[in-house]
């Protein structure tokens, strides 16, 4: 099969239905992780000591997650979808290995947790309290095991892992699960967006918590939820931050595009700089608008060389570099992106030549065809590009959201340090600067969340599978309007259901407030 390049309009509008559908869905992911897990610490508080207080807490919040979880599903099950209606050229392509983990999270921990959750729900005064307990936290490990599975099928995509390309089906087919499941970039990707999560729940508890106190309501309920929050945030925001370490390393070696857009990087070089703040301009000299100046720069020398190899002196490829081809620090030669173009072609036109080889059964045809394209397979998706400027990603988009992401997880750990001191010491109450500030954390968290995801996503454009897959020969070839109608119609369905839900929380919290 082979796969043509659609037009831009098709394209464009495909991935920002996508990307719209996953902006929503992650929303209410995020939450649920972090806060099934604080659900199940106050029960279990509940259970151990018999304080009425730890029920009630554990309800209230309980009924926040409920409402954040239903949501949660809808979107969910419209994304999976969108692979078949939207990104068929794809779910062809890699659906044997993309398929297989999202198949055991809905086999495994989807029903698990879908389970479980009635339980939690509906069982109180109908199971043992135990038990009750129990389903409380098999719905935190049910919610995070499907997690994994999610982002297992994501890190491959990033850095496609244990396969074999078919060429009798051009499907590419998993021959290790191993390989798949245990990749450092799945390993890094799971870890670092859970405990990101995780983050955000706790400045969602803490936030609200302090609303109570400005209100003068539920002050008890508050000061335990901000005291549980703050310890669970400061953990989580400090493992985010080392698994965010973790993945730099694994970027700049699997995907060094993306880490140069991250910083802005025309060229490389070693005892590299890490910007911790700059301007990005357009730059008059640059032989595509995409490539930007970065100016007005404060940065830490060497430390970009450090945080990708340990090493200060390491020598980091910028944009450039990589367009006219390099050699890592590993020691792995990297051609130019126009050779990497030439050879994709070859190992395209060796495909098309393997199957008619095949079908007219010339062996000695198919088997040269075949070795040809083993050769090239590599640069496989380079063979789609008519511009070799084509594999730069948004460089502004990647820059600013990187540091924004960045910035907002130093914030939060003074939040909870602070939130931390002032509730144990119960003088919480008497310095309202500090819980506005909690307040304001709030939706700061979602964007710290959000601005993650397109560093990720945006920063690995035009790749749908890195280096295999571009994203205009990964959708469906359908007229593009019907794309334009689908979109507007999730865009009004998921703004009704976040109105919804955002006013039903709203409800509830201050109706625990009365």
Known sequence: MMYEI??????????????????YHYMFVPLTLGLAFLIAVMETAWVRTGKEEWLRTTKFWMKLFGINFAIGIATGLILEFQ?????????????????????????????????????????WHKVSRR?????????????????????????WMQNPVGMEFNPLTARNEMDDFWAVLLSPT????????ITSAYTLSACFVVGVSTWFILKKKQFEMARRSI????????????????????????????????????????RGGRNMELTVFGVLTDKADAPTPRMKETTMTIGLPGMLSFLAYRDTDAYIPGIQDILDGYTSETGQVYPSTRQRMENGKKAINALKNYKQAVDAQD???????????????????YGYFQSEYESIPNVPLVFYSFRIMVGLGFLFVALFVVSWWYARKRKFEKFRFIPYVAIACVPLAYVASQCGWIVAEVGRQPWVVQDLMPTSAAVTRIASHWVVTTFWMFAVLFTVLLIAELKIMFTQIKKEAQ
């Open 6 to 23: 659609s037009s831009a309009s098709l394209v464009e509008w495909s991935r920002w239905q996508f990307a719209m559908t996953a902006i």
């Open 83 to 123: 692979f078949g209606s939207n990104w068929s050229n794809y779910s062809w392509f890699v659906g044997d290995i993309f398929g297989a983990p999202l198949a055991i999270e809905g086999l495994l921990a989807f029903f698990l947790e879908a389970t479980f959750v009635a339980v939690m729900f509906f069982g």
């Open 131 to 155: 038990f009750h307990l129990l389903s409380t936290w098999m719905v935190f490990v049910g919610a995070n095991i499907s997690a994994l599975w999610i982002l297992v099928a994501n890190a």
């Open 186 to 193: 799945s390993i890094n990707k799971f870890f670092h967006t």
């Open 227 to 266: 005291l549980l929050a703050s310890v669970f945030g400061i953990l989580s925001i400090l493992a985010t931050i080392f698994t965010g370490d973790t993945s730099a390393q694994d970027i700049a070696k699997t995907q060094p595009m993306k880490f140069a857009a991250m910083e802005g990087l025309n």
């Open 363 to 381: 062996k000695q045809t198919a088997h040269a065809a075949l070795g040809t394209l083993k050769a090239h397979y590599r640069d496989f998706g």
